[in-house]
């Protein structure tokens, strides 16, 4: 069963970076297809970036390409997002997840950690 904790998260200004990370407790992470997503408040939660279980393929929302970088660390049961050049749009909790379904990205199953808070100011 997939047990996620995501940290890393915090206030910092636009143009600053942030590294996220989400460690795996309970189940064969290396074997799993993860991804990153985030929630701003009033809106949906949506899809960030996802990397496929053999760490081939990665994929990024149009809003990310560029500036957010995916990895993961198998031997550490921990997936990364790299956040670069944030802005104040960037603003949300972010929730990493895994076990999902990863085609042209990743897709993810119902089920949701505490996630971290993430605040650009302006």
């Known amino acids: 069963q997939v047990q996620l904790a995501e940290s890393g998260g915090s206030m910092v200004q636009t143009g600053g970076s942030l590294r996220l990370s989400c460690v795996d407790s309970?189940?064969?992470?290396?074997?799993?297809?993860m991804g990153w997503f985030r929630q701003a408040p009033g809106k949906e939660r949506e899809f960030v970036a996802g990397?496929?279980?053999?760490?081939?393929?990665?994929s990024y929302a149009d809003s990310v390409k560029g500036r957010f970088t995916i990895s993961r660390d198998n031997a550490g049961m921990t997936l990364y997002l790299q956040m670069n050049s944030l802005k104040p749009e960037d603003t949300a909790v972010y929730y990493c997840?895994?076990?999902?379904?990863?085609?042209?990205?990743?897709?993810?199953?119902?089920?949701w950690g505490q996630g971290t808070q993430v605040t650009v100011s302006s």
């Open positions: 990397v496929n279980w053999s760490d081939i393929w990665t």
């Open positions: 309970g189940s064969a992470f290396s074997d799993l297809s």
């Open positions: 997840n895994g076990g999902g379904t990863y085609t042209d990205r990743y897709y993810p199953i119902d089920l």
